[in-house]
């Protein structure tokens, strides 16, 4: 069974682009689950996206936006963005029901703002 | 005070050990436990995933919750080189639309 993907592995964009990073979920799984791990620091709760609908939100600016598609697969957006935006951003899908169910990872997109 | 708390390490042991790994929080409302492991340049890939408090024994993997102290471990046996990588507790509160909260994190290395 494939796991869950995201592309592209790496992304440099200049500071005031924009960024954006695709996510598909285990077949079956219709969360999707989005984080930011910076340099040193712990995985940050960005997005949860369910049924096509966002269910939950980090504390992120509004600059951070994604949706969901029918085919449950998600898009993760990062406007103007800045210097401090550069992580690994981590897409995580599961059956639902976040607080209760697991959550498998993908490899991750390697974003540097230059 | 962070809702989870980890000591980021590093923790260096010789091969075999047994190794210790352990966050506390603060939410008495978390039920659901969880520990990644993630190796360097990847995403983190689910160990143990225990509810409420008690132990979990998986192969070399115990998973032990204390809810009573709010302090969680997880403990390797005969610790392996391929034992080194980072980390992570996580928990939730249990209820549909929480969000799981992970540790930042401790970086172990088996040394052979």
């Known amino acids: 069974e494939a796991g869950v993907t995201q592309s592209p592995t790496h992304l440099i964009k200049t500071r005031g682009q924009q960024a954006t990073l695709r996510c598909s979920p285990i077949?079956?799984?219709?969360?999707v689950y989005w984080y930011q791990q910076a340099l040193g620091l712990g995985l940050q709760f960005l997005l949860w996206?369910?049924?096509?609908?966002?269910?939950n939100r980090g504390n992120f600016p509004p600059r951070f936006s994604g949706r969901q598609f029918p085919n449950y697969s998600s898009e993760l957006n990062v406007n103007a963005l800045e210097l401090e935006d550069s992580a690994l951003y981590l897409c995580?899908?599961?059956?639902?029901?976040?607080?209760?169910?697991?959550?498998?990872f993908g490899p991750g997109t390697r974003l540097t703002v230059l | 005070q962070k809702e989870v708390e980890q000591d980021p390490g590093p923790l260096s042991v010789p091969e075999g050990a047994i190794v210790s790994l352990n966050c506390t929080y603060s939410?008495?409302?978390?039920?659901?436990f969880m520990w990644y492991r993630q190796y360097s340049r990847k995403g983190p890939e689910l160990l143990m995933y225990?509810?409420?408090?008690g132990n979990k024994e998986d192969g070399r993997f115990t998973a032990q919750v204390d809810k009573s102290s709010k302090y969680i471990s997880l403990f390797i046996r005969d610790s392996q080189p391929s034992d080194s990588a980072t980390y992570l507790c996580?928990?939730?509160?249990?209820?549909?639309?929480?969000?799981?909260?992970f540790g930042p994190g401790t970086s172990l290395s088996v040394i052979p």
């Open positions: 077949s079956g799984h219709t969360s």
């Open positions: 225990t509810y409420s408090s």
């Open positions: 996580a928990m939730s509160g249990g209820t549909s639309y929480d969000k799981v909260i």
């Open positions: 939410n008495s409302a978390f039920q659901y």
């Open positions: 995580a899908s599961s059956f639902g029901l976040a607080g209760t169910d697991t959550q498998y």
């Open positions: 996206y369910d049924e096509g609908e966002e269910r």
